[in-house]
């Protein structure tokens, strides 16, 4: 029986794979609602848990790609690759309305550019705290800093090592956690209350899930406007990570 089922799985990995993330995703807005009251976003509680079973997953088989080494788990490791994760922030950009974004104008596009930078000098000044001196280990975890997506296409692009990149995945999971959490709590200090606040505040923190996870709990119909700016801020980061930052970094540090 066992080994029936093992079969099918293995067969049919993608199948497998949504069956897992739905299981996993269920768990975590449980856990969200009733543990936290819905203050730490289940998306959040999701990607810890996808963290540590990946972790499990590594330990049990010794490999490189985490629960996906697993057979009967292979399809994760599509299912959680570039292509669905882009074609997933691409698809809540598309849910903001062109006339609003309008009207963000020079401020929105400001915001941007000062959030990727500020995050990433944060980023790099937490790497020299830890002892980290090294042009490329700051670059990827400063840009992990912006984004636990920006960390690991920098770290890939200018051969930073596998624990670098690590800890600019944990370092962008922590800014994207502390997002969700906070953002509920600061709204209306911030005038947090419309589309182009929304847009300005989504692209000075950057980190998709984090922004749209905070918005969703401060009022879901900002969601769209500040998920567009963060989408854009990725790929602001993705570009100006491992070429301007990373050569004014090697200027300063060698």
């Known amino acids: 029986m066992l080994e029936t089922l093992s079969n099918v799985f293995t067969d049919n990995p993608l199948i497998v794979s ?3 993330i739905g299981i996993t995703m269920y768990i975590s807005y449980a856990i969200s609602a009733k543990l936290t009251r819905g203050r730490i976003h289940g998306s ?22 985490g629960l996906s080494d697993i057979s009967i788990f292979a399809g994760i490791g599509l299912m959680g690759g570039g292509m669905l994760r882009d074609f997933a922030i691409i698809a809540t950009a598309f849910g903001a309305s062109f006339t609003e974004i309008k009207k963000a104008g020079i401020s929105g596009v400001s915001s941007l550019f000062i959030g990727v930078i500020l995050s990433f000098i944060v980023g790099v000044a937490i790497a020299l705290a830890f002892g ?14 912006a984004t636990y997506i920006v960390g690991p296409v920098t770290g890939a692009a200018i051969g930073a090592s596998s624990e670098v990149i690590t800890i600019s995945i944990a370092a962008g999971l922590i800014k994207s956690i ?3 959490v906070g953002t509920p709590f600061i709204a209306k200090y911030i005038g947090l209350d419309n589309p182009r606040t929304a847009m300005v505040y989504g692209g000075m923190m950057g ?4 922004v749209a996870g905070g918005l969703a709990a401060t009022d879901p119909k900002l969601v769209p406007y500040g998920a567009v700016t963060a989408t854009f801020y990725t790929g602001l980061g993705c570009l100006m990570a491992p070429s301007i930052l990373f050569l004014m970094t090697k200027a300063i540090f060698g």
């Open 207 to 210: 980190t998709t899930s984090g």
């Open 18 to 20: 949504f069956a897992v």
């Open 132 to 145: 980290y001196t090294d042009a490329v280990s700051l670059t990827t975890i400063g840009a992990g800093t």
């Open 178 to 180: 502390l997002t969700m």
């Open 44 to 65: 959040a509680i999701a990607i810890i848990l996808g963290l540590v079973l990946a972790y499990i997953g590594g330990v049990l088989t010794g490999g490189e790609k």
